[in-house]
């Protein structure tokens, strides 16, 4: 088998099989689903550890080139990220379970992997506001953990979010009202703007 074709399987069975069953599945079963022997692991990315570096490094490298659409009006540019964003997340569903799985484990590698989501988010914010593009913030850090909960922590109720809409957490219709809802609660917010009397008003 071509080394680098044994490498990509490796990294893309170890996504599958972390997603679906945890960090502690044994590495001989991600060698099994890759098709390969479990040597390999050792002899490509050095250990376990090493392998699931990779596939955080193959995640952000593959899936977070989507979040960045680059435009120069902030609502076109979000459209333009959330139309990317759903296709992604309907191409890529095992990317999905594996975020899901991140955000439920209590681990210090979890913790690292989060936070590097947030500053990427932060990284965007603060370039976002140097454009004039978002009002003065009055706590970055704490927003960038705010949007990145709302970007990819739905995930982690895709299970519920079935059942409310009765379909697929992947279907258009579902990740579309996801996305707008989103988009709505960051350009309009809850409580500023108009509001709707109450019936009894």
Not at 24 to 33: C, Q, W, Y
Not at 75 to 101: G, K
Not at 144 to 165: D, K, N, Q, S, Y
Request: proline residues 3%; aromatic residues 10%; hydrophobic residues 45%.
């Amino acid at each position: 088998m071509d080394p680098v074709t044994a490498k990509a399987r490796l990294r893309q069975a170890a996504l599958c099989a972390f997603g679906e069953k945890g960090f502690g599945v044994p590495v001989r079963e991600i060698a099994d689903r890759a098709g390969v022997s479990a040597g390999l692991i050792a002899f490509h990315f050095g250990s376990k550890e090493g392998l699931r570096e990779a596939v955080e490094d193959y995640v952000f490298e593959r899936f977070w080139e989507v979040v960045h659409v680059a435009g120069d009006d902030p609502a076109t540019n979000e459209q333009a990220r959330r139309s990317a964003l759903v296709e992604a997340f309907r191409q890529n569903p095992e990317v999905v379970a594996f975020f899901r799985r991140v955000f439920s484990d209590d681990s210090e590698r979890s913790r690292a992997f989060i936070r590097r989501l947030v500053d990427i988010e932060l990284a965007q914010l603060s370039q976002q506001s140097r454009d004039g593009a978002l009002r003065d913030l009055p706590d970055e850090t704490m927003v960038a953990f705010v949007i990145t909960a709302m970007h990819v922590g739905l995930m982690t109720m895709a299970p519920a979010v079935e059942e409310a809409f009765g379909a697929s957490f992947f279907a258009p219709e579902v990740l579309d009202r996801w996305f707008a809802a989103q988009w709505d609660l960051l350009t309009n917010g809850l409580y500023g703007g108009s509001r709707t009397k109450g019936r009894d008003d």
